[in-house]
């Protein structure tokens, strides 16, 4: 299974940033070492072409040229660097490599990504570009040159952003766009705290545990079941939940985030429908909660992978 990583653009955050940045490399080396069926593979840049998609170009060229202001750097939360604006590329890059190949082969991944407070003219929340929402709208514009131009209907694309924090930047970004229905379960009271509405948000409280929060999962994906019929999933599959994240907030055990996953995986396999997903969120108090988490994603990602290739329609 494709599994595309941009770690090695590492941003030269100050002393005692908050930002976990070694997660991205560490989450390589634990792939390398216990789950060699991952096929790592360098993220491609996306291209001013394919930001503009999502995102205005006089923000593009802001980041590209080092230009935004302070201001625009410290809601980010990351001063600007070179590292910085090739990372955030590569990051999103990342995310249309996997879609593109989940089109062919049913799964594929982006070891970061799910950079979903990123809106069209700014960044927000650690996110420069909104990796997703360039992703969906790129795949469209090829799904529509490859069907022809008199294709009447577009792909039609589901986010299920399973982050602890809402996807305001993606919501903003597809209000009114009938063919990207944006699904999103995440703490009420936790950043951000201006939330955008999406097609369907279910706010959790602190606190919620595993069994609350599965179930509102399945009632999420039989409301997304009647109301969308996607092409293609974008999944986020944010360790944030988890009870040991220190911006989280929830209190889900590893063995709900990993009950989580397969449901989500399970429901767009028993659709035959494609799905990329993101590592999006995850700041653990103890780093290795994080990690523990992100590897059972990428494992039960591999067993519906090899589903996809040993039963395709």
């Known amino acids: 299974m494709h599994a595309y990583y941009a770690d090695h653009f590492v941003l030269p955050l100050p002393d005692g940033h908050r930002f976990p940045m070694a997660k991205y490399r560490l989450l390589r080396d634990r792939l390398e070492q216990q789950l060699p069926q991952a096929l790592l593979q360098v993220a491609p840049p996306a291209s001013d072409a394919e930001l503009a998609l999502a995102h205005t170009p006089g923000y593009i060229q802001a980041i590209a040229a080092g230009t935004l202001p302070a201001a625009a ?13 090739e990372r955030a590329r590569r990051s999103v890059g990342a ?115 595993d069994d609350e929060y599965l179930q509102a999962l399945e009632q999420s994906l039989d409301l997304l079941d009647q109301h969308f019929a996607p092409g293609l999933v974008l999944y986020l599959a944010g360790a ?56 059972a994603t990428w494992r039960v990602a591999l067993q519906y992978h090899a589903r996809w290739q040993n039963g395709r329609p």
Request: charged letters at 25%.
């Open 240 to 295: 944030d939940p988890h009870v040991g994240d220190r911006l989280g907030r929830l209190a889900l055990s590893h063995d709900g985030l990993e009950a989580r996953d397969r449901r989500v995986f399970d429901w767009a396999w028993q659709r035959r429908v494609p799905l990329a997903f993101t590592m999006a969120g995850g700041y653990g108090r103890d780093m290795a909660d994080t990690l523990q988490a992100q590897l």
């Open 95 to 209: 995310t249309i490599a996997a879609c593109r190949v989940a089109l062919r082969e049913g799964l594929a991944g982006n070891l970061a990504g799910g950079t979903h407070h990123a809106y069209a003219d700014k960044g927000s929340g650690f996110c420069v570009f909104n990796d997703v929402a360039v992703a969906a709208r790129l795949m469209q514009s090829e799904w529509q040159r490859a069907c022809g131009a008199g294709t009447a209907q577009p792909l039609r694309v589901a986010v299920i952003d399973l982050d602890v924090h809402q996807g305001n930047g993606t919501a903003h970004i597809f209000r009114g766009d009938a063919s990207v229905f944006t699904l999103s379960l995440h703490g009420a009271r936790n950043f951000p705290f201006r939330k955008e509405a999406g097609d369907l948000d279910v706010e959790l409280p602190d606190g919620c545990a």
């Open 73 to 85: 750097q410290r809601e980010i939360g990351f001063p600007w660097s070179e590292e910085m604006a």
